[in-house]
């Protein structure tokens, strides 16, 4: 039996613990939620918090995201001790800059017998996963092709250059076993389920599998505070660190976000991004607090309470795992109930940092000041630019499909295009230069007119026929608002049918 229990040891160690988010989109809220516990423990037990970038997808990389991670962690609050930006003992934090680390690591892999080379073409794989689902085979994995290949035939591969994949040799009788800290009995997994993971990719990446553990080993990480997601691939983990001949850390396993029906939490149903509830006058300090709700109890009903406050009180035996849902309606009840304990002043200093900041205000009138006559014209034509979802009763009979298209295909039309500019790293920078190239691109690939698309835009994102220069109005509402008020009118489009 292969087991990885909780080691005396890991507890006498210096603690440190780390959040490892990937630089491929907006930050999500689900990052920061598994950033506030493992700030907290760090806190309360006087060790040290990490932040590492985990780039080596570079499919999946999208420009500004790691400054995007940066920024949205520092809103919050989420200060860490060491990362990329402010160094520390253990750097580099980037993964890319670690290349030369995960290789030499798969050279030692190698050479002990715990990896192996695997020359198998995509080809031959797609044909195996195809036979195997066809057979409704228990086992839907590599099938150790290459695990044994002799040292001359390895060698003759090489010497013609053969692309190949570096996989960890997982035992093939067995169970490996592991104690999450959050759950009542040790996980167990048979080995023969647990694929031979690719832990070398053939253009010399690494994989996340490898990477991660190298990472947590070198950094001196004790204890892995993560997702639930992560628990199935924590065997391959355990044998890695085994592999390796290291202590593994100890294993805490958070409950996965979930919108109200008990999906997974993604933004096809609710706003993921947190720059969403920055701009839409969600203060940090609330949305921490409606976070901190969702897995830990300060007990007694209490629902309100600081980051301090729960550093104060937190013990393991405080935090559920029990599937918590994201419910906007509730942040929302609470994010009101903050702004009406506030004084005036300290509302009116909220407002003007956010809201009315002077630079967003002279913009915003610059767009209006050819439009409007009297100065009490400013705000009522301005008003679409504040807040979130909009009223289109005013303008219904004016929300049209495209030639050609049903209501539901220009719904998808527009989900399509909010999804989109959250991956196009140009669209990224939301100017209004950046916007319409996208957009322009955007109806060549999708085959629809630039006019017709442009007023379902203009009519999501203002609710009105007529408005300041249409990318000018985006960029000036922001990529939250307007993924938002698309969603709003993509659904409106599939109510009609």
């Not at 017998?113 to 066809?134: I, V």
């Not at 405080?318 to 929302?332: I, M, N």
């Not at 002077?358 to 301005?382: C, G, M, N, S, T």
């Amino acid at each position: 039996m292969t087991e990885a229990l909780h080691a005396v040891s890991t507890a006498q160690r210096p603690l440190r613990v780390r959040i490892a988010p990937s630089p491929t989109g907006d930050p999500h809220v689900g990052t920061a939620y598994i950033a506030l516990f493992n700030y907290v423990f760090a806190r309360k037990q006087g060790g040290t918090f990490i932040l590492r970038i985990e780039d080596t997808d570079q499919e999946r990389y999208t420009a500004g995201s790691e400054a995007a991670i940066f920024e949205a962690l520092r809103w919050l609050g989420l200060r860490w001790d060491e990362g990329p930006d402010v160094g520390g003992p253990c750097g580099p934090y980037r993964q890319s800059e670690r290349l030369a680390i995960y290789k030499e690591h798969v050279e030692l892999l190698l050479a002990r017998g715990g990896a192996y080379r695997c020359f198998c073409t995509r080809e031959r794989l797609e044909k195996l996963h195809a036979e195997q689902t066809a057979s409704k085979s228990s086992h839907l994995g590599y099938d150790g092709h290459c695990r044994d290949l002799s040292v001359a035939d390895q060698t003759a591969l090489l010497v013609a250059e053969t692309p190949f994949v570096v996989r960890l040799r997982v035992p093939r009788d067995g169970v490996t076993r592991f104690v999450d800290h959050l759950r009542p009995e040790p996980i167990e997994f048979e080995n023969r389920l647990v694929d031979d993971q690719v832990l070398q990719k053939s253009d010399g990446y690494p994989t996340y599998h490898l990477a991660n553990v190298v990472d947590d080993h070198l950094m001196g990480i004790t204890h892995v505070i993560r997702g639930e997601e992560w628990i199935t691939s924590t065997p391959k983990h355990v044998l890695l660190y085994q592999a390796f001949g290291w202590e593994p850390p100890a294993w805490h396993h958070l409950g996965l976000l979930r919108n109200a029906d008990k999906t997974k939490l993604s933004k096809r149903k609710n706003p993921v991004s947190i720059f969403h509830y920055r701009e839409l006058g969600y203060m940090p300090e609330t949305l921490l607090n409606f976070m901190a709700n969702l897995g830990f109890s300060m007990g007694a009903d209490v629902e309100r309470f600081t980051v301090e406050q729960m550093i104060e009180a937190f013990e393991w035996s405080k935090v559920s795992v029990g599937g918590p849902v994201f419910d906007p309606a509730k942040l929302e009840a609470f994010n009101g109930a903050d702004i009406r304990a506030m004084s005036i002043d300290a509302l009116y200093d909220r407002l003007q940092e956010r809201v009315l900041a002077p630079a967003r205000i002279k913009a915003l009138l610059a767009q209006a000041q050819e439009r409007v006559h009297r100065l009490d014209d400013f705000i009522p034509y301005l008003s679409f630019f504040f807040g979130g979802s909009l009223d289109y009763a005013p303008v219904l009979d004016k929300i049209k499909a495209p030639a050609g298209k049903s209501n539901a295909e220009a719904a998808q039309l527009l989900d399509d295009y909010a999804q989109e500019i959250e991956r196009d790293n140009q669209a990224r920078s939301f100017t209004a230069p950046a916007l319409e190239a996208f957009s322009r691109d955007f109806c060549q690939r999708h085959a629809v007119k630039p006019k017709e698309l442009f007023m379902l835009l203009r009519l999501g994102v203002s609710g009105r026929t007529a408005s300041p220069a249409l990318f000018d109005t985006m960029a000036l509402c922001g990529k939250d608002r307007c993924r938002t008020r698309l969603r709003d009118l993509s659904g409106l489009l599939r109510q009609r049918g």
